[in-house]
């Protein structure tokens, strides 16, 4: 049955440019080893997957987008899904390592989704050292967000090697795209409460926006205001970007992140991003770029209810991250004290307000409003709203598996936008916190430096821990 894309949903595809990819993607990293043969081939992971599409609509789902863009898109059934067009098969050169594999994880988030077929492609990556066999996904943002886009993983994991998948509930049925003036007569009597939508909409904001300056003007002890927008200082991060990406990979212990929580205070989540911002003072004081004024970061913040699956349920905050501190207890602290002033703004804003707005906005001025800021170069003729963008994405503790193929590791990523050039996304497997960074090739062009910080910058926070604790 056809639905229609949610307006935050459809945002996702109006702000795609030429230059600014709306696709999330992973690099899952397999141990082929106890499989019959020792070995995992592309055929393989296509006959395990057919066997798994009906646990998740998003893989035969396409978009029908709706004449003039007088209203968002529908998904249908694809008629005409192929399974082997997105099941893809690869191999890396010699000697088949990380580096290997990042460089090529990159020259695939460096391309667009195919908007005519489902918004998604599995690429199988043979030739790894050690026999060892890679997954490279990669899923329109339209389609999922950081939680469903764990949930469509875990459609294509298993928790036991030998599991099989519950049969289908019925047979998969393809839809007729609908016609046209279907698709207009819809649209038009949507449209034509607007208006209504509009006055109600904007009640709430007025009402939201009351609420964040209350936050701004009051805040409790040791809670500092969220920083406001546009006060981010621009540094090598920042400016405008192109179509192609460069990835690294890190990754650092789960246990240790959570003992430096345990003896400074904070959350795991705290801990991150003081790890980053150590990461980002180290990295841009080496290119002598450190600005004087802390960065400031974009955290999306899941508000996807109980059992509420596909789509996109999510909202945003901006953390200050204290670049500009020099101890490393101190930086923990200041991020701590500076989540807990922009969760209380966020909770003033409302993240259903944020969906009203995004349900409101009209497809043909967003997009256009995207090409043109692309095409003026407009992230690079203002300070940016926000210097990175760091997302947590909490994982499963037990061990996962894919066509009996034990998963090692799995290295997430986000987009890349006009204005942020570097993406720090963060998944929590077993006893490991798995970090994919994913950045624009002109503006980052070493970005496994700043891997390497962020490796460092934990180890710092965990030394200062054990000399708190001892």
């Known amino acids: 049955m056809a639905t229609r894309l949610s307006g935050l949903d459809a945002t996702f595809l109006y702000v795609e440019t030429a230059t600014m990819h709306m696709h999330v993607g992973s690099a899952i990293v397999l141990d082929p080893s106890d499989r019959p043969g020792g070995r995992l081939t592309r055929n393989d992971v296509a006959t395990y997957l057919e066997a798994r599409l009906h646990l998740d609509p998003s893989f035969r789902r396409r978009l029908a987008p709706v004449p003039l863009r007088v209203d968002h898109p529908l998904w249908i059934e694809d008629p005409d899904f192929d399974l082997d067009f997105h099941v893809r098969r690869a191999a890396l050169p010699s000697p088949g390592g990380m580096a290997e594999l990042a460089e090529f994880v990159g020259d695939v988030m460096s391309r667009r989704i195919d908007r005519s077929r489902p918004l998604w492609e599995l690429h199988v990556v043979e030739g790894l050292e050690g026999g ?59 449209v034509a409460a607007t208006p209504w939508g509009v006055l109600r909409a904007g009640g709430r904001v007025l009402g939201a926006a009351a609420g964040v300056l209350r936050v701004r003007a009051g805040g409790g002890v040791g809670v500092a205001p969220p920083p406001a927008p546009f006060v981010a200082p621009t540094t090598a991060l920042n400016g405008s970007i192109g179509p192609h990406r460069r990835v690294a990979f890190a990754d650092a212990s789960l246990a240790t992140v959570k003992s430096v929580k345990d003896c400074l205070g904070g959350t795991v989540n705290d801990v991150v991003l003081a790890a980053v911002a150590g990461a980002l003072r180290r990295f841009l004081a080496g290119r002598g770029d450190l600005p004087t004024r802390p960065l400031v970061a974009m955290v999306p913040i899941s508000v996807r209810a109980p059992g509420e699956q596909g789509g996109n349920r999510v909202s945003a905050m901006l953390v200050e991250l204290p670049t500009d501190e020099a101890d490393p ?31 409101l906005t009209p497809a043909g001025v967003a997009s256009l409003a995207a090409r043109l800021y692309t095409r003026m170069r407009g992230a690079d003729r203002h300070r940016p709203i926000w210097n990175v963008i760091v997302s947590n994405v909490p994982g499963p503790r037990v061990p996962l598996y894919c066509a009996g193929a034990r998963v090692e590791a799995m290295y997430p990523l986000g987009p890349v936008h006009e204005m942020c050039g570097l993406n720090v996304t963060l998944f929590s497997y077993a006893d490991m916190l798995l970090i994919g960074l994913n950045a624009d090739r002109d503006l980052l062009p070493d970005v496994d430096d700043v891997a390497g910080a962020l490796c460092e910058a934990v180890e710092e926070l965990a030394k200062a821990a054990a000399e708190a604790g001892a």
Do not use: C, F, M, N
């Open 329 to 359: 207890v101190a930086r923990l602290r200041r991020v701590t004290s500076g989540t807990r002033g922009a969760k209380e703004q966020h909770g003033a804003l409302g993240a259903e307000t944020i969906q009203q707005l995004a349900e």
């Open 132 to 190: 060892r066999v890679a997954l490279v996904t990669k899923t329109h943002h339209a389609a999922v967000d950081g939680v469903s886009g764990a949930e469509l993983l875990a459609a294509i994991l298993q928790l036991d090697p030998d599991e099989q998948p519950p049969p289908p509930q019925r047979p998969w049925q393809p839809e007729t795209a609908p016609s046209d003036l279907r698709l207009l007569l819809t649209a038009g009597l949507r």
